[in-house]
């Protein structure tokens, strides 16, 4: 099996501010998250649902 490309980190480095700026919003996002137990009817995009799954699967774990 051959193994993927290697693809660099293309890192960037925020301004402080900026960084502290969007830390704060990303905070305010997962203290807004709760857990789901009811689901809407409302239709969902098939790109969004496959691009979210995409996301899932490029997080580290211990096999990747």
């Known amino acids: 099996m051959d193994r993927p490309p ?8 925020y301004p402080e501010p900026e960084m502290l700026e969007r830390v704060r919003l990303f905070q305010d996002d997962i203290c807004r998250r709760r857990t789901v137990r009811e689901f809407s009817s409302e239709p969902v995009p098939r790109e969004i649902i496959e691009r979210a799954i995409l996301c ?7 096999a990747n």
């Open 56 to 62: 899932g699967g490029s997080g580290p774990s211990g």
């Open 6 to 13: 290697h693809i660099p980190l293309d890192f960037i480095r």
